[in-house]
């Protein structure tokens, strides 16, 4: 009894899916006979087509391609600079710094202080300063210095307009 009961579930489970199958028969979108290869609903570039673009593009044609890359402007430019001991790295207006080794504190002649924008913070003169982070100058006169005590050099990628000067 239970096996004739199990062949014949077995039985409407396979007949009722053919005959969802044959009734629920949908095509793919895109997967229709009537799309031809090259017409506008499925397109073809060819080697031609490429070749023929970049030629257009060398020769100063008409390009709704992308525009070239720019090179950054020396403003722009990351430079490497070597704080001593007894040196000060002084920001001009908007420079970036990011200290890469050594144990660096902030200098600021007023109250004010710098943003370290990887953390969000306002580091204020005397704050040590974590490592990789990326700090921003919004005014001249603030900068870094080797921390007091600190024998090691500071290495130090900058963005933007310095000066190094010796500490009083």
């Known amino acids: 009894m239970k096996r004739m009961l199990k062949l014949g579930m077995a039985a ?3 007949g009722g899916g053919i005959w969802i199958g044959s009734v629920m028969n949908i095509t793919a979108d895109g997967a229709s006979v009537n799309s031809q290869p090259g017409t506008a609903d499925d397109p073809v570039v060819t080697k031609s087509y490429v070749d023929q673009a970049i030629q257009n593009a060398l020769n100063g044609g008409g390009s709704a391609g992308p525009s ?15 704080v001593k001991p007894g040196q000060r790295l002084v920001a001009g207006a908007g420079t970036e710094f990011i200290v890469r080794s050594g144990k660096a504190v902030i200098y600021s002649a007023d109250a004010n202080g710098v943003a370290d924008l990887t953390v969000g913070q306002d580091l204020t003169n005397g704050t040590a300063i974590t490592n990789n982070h990326l700090l921003s100058f919004p005014r001249e006169g603030r900068g870094i210095e080797v921390q007091q005590g600190n024998k090691y050099n500071l290495t130090v990628m900058v963005r933007g307009n310095y000066n190094l000067f010796l500490v009083p």
Do not use: Q, R
């Open 12 to 14: 409407v489970a396979i």
């Open 68 to 82: 070239e890359p720019s090179t950054p402007s020396a403003g722009e430019e990351l430079k490497i600079v070597v």
